[in-house]
């Protein structure tokens, strides 16, 4: 969804993330991720250079606050792909971001997405389907929520939105 997006909002910035986990597949450095260790991931948390930050299925993933921020200061609109719980630390602190949770359609799809990739252990998939459930009733108090069963029509929906909330028909 978020490449599409790109494509047709490619004046709207994309915030990259960091993670100290290992690169999935065709996986870029600076492109899908920022990859770092563990300790260089440490001291940026420990110098306060995240918006938000958590440990997710045993692996650290966090926001560079400073790109973010240099965005917003521009007037510019910017793209976090982040989960549930991080989107509420940016809620806290940038009051005026729009929560949009996209949810499969069911958990057994999930699974079945999580599955098909084929990049995740068996113990990894049950950590994710375990913390599903409560990511969804999170998610339910986002002001937008698109349930991903029709990817061309998830896209359409979540540009729809992007529209809407910048003010561009």
């Known amino acids: 969804m978020i490449d599409r997006i790109r494509q047709l909002f490619p004046e709207m910035a994309y915030s990259i993330s960091c ?41 650290l993933y966090g926001t ?10 521009q007037g510019q609109a910017m793209i976090l792909d982040i989960d549930v719980m991080g989107a509420q630390e940016v809620f806290k602190r940038i009051p005026a971001a729009v929560g949009i949770f996209v949810n499969a359609p069911s958990l057994d799809e999930l699974e ?29 108090t986002f002001q937008y929520q698109i349930v991903n069963d029709d990817l061309q029509k998830a896209v359409e929906e979540l540009a729809s939105i992007i529209r809407k909330e910048s003010g561009v028909c």
């Open 64 to 73: 560079p606050a400073k790109p973010v921020i240099e965005v917003l200061k």
């Open 112 to 140: 079945k997405r999580l599955r098909a990739r084929g990049t995740d252990s068996e113990e990894s998939i049950r950590t994710r389907m375990d913390n599903a459930v409560r990511e969804i009733e999170v998610g339910s």
């Open 19 to 59: 993670t100290t986990r290992q690169s999935r597949g065709a996986e870029k450095d600076g492109i899908h991720y920022y990859f770092l260790t563990r300790e260089r991931f440490e001291a940026m948390i420990r110098n306060g250079e995240f918006l938000e930050f958590k440990e997710v299925h045993g692996n």
